[in-house]
């Protein structure tokens, strides 16, 4: 069973996506990056949907870089989620190794069946 990591400040989006995701997957989640990175170090997971803007010491960009550095986690797949939507945003965080650009609002249904995609190949 793939594992999934939610990483959102706001409970209710954690919720609307693990509800989404079902039981296919196991589902962990963070509130914030630095969390979120310590979970990721520890349970390595297939792949983690990240928010951008969080509060605390590490923001979604930071996580990703992190994720993308650490030779433990050269497999980890990274969706980014956020309500930063400008052209440029997308461009950077893709150019910093994002697989997938969500903008809030999104569907819960493309984000599932876009997690299912990056983990089928």
Do not use: C, N, W
């Amino acid at each position: 069973m793939s594992k999934i990591l939610l990483v959102d400040d706001h409970s209710d989006i954690r919720r609307l996506v693990r509800i989404t995701l079902g039981k296919a997957y196991e589902v962990l989640e963070a509130e914030e990056g630095l969390t979120a990175l310590e979970i990721a170090r520890r349970q390595k997971p297939d792949l983690v949907v990240l928010d951008v803007m969080m509060p605390g010491e590490m923001d979604g960009l930071q996580v990703l870089d992190a994720i993308k550095a650490d030779p433990a986690l050269i497999k980890t797949r990274v969706i980014m989620v956020t309500a930063r939507g400008q052209a440029q945003d997308y461009e950077y965080g893709m150019k910093r190794g994002a697989d997938a650009y969500f903008i809030k609002p999104f569907s819960p249904l493309q984000l599932v069946a876009a997690i299912k995609e990056i983990l089928a190949h």
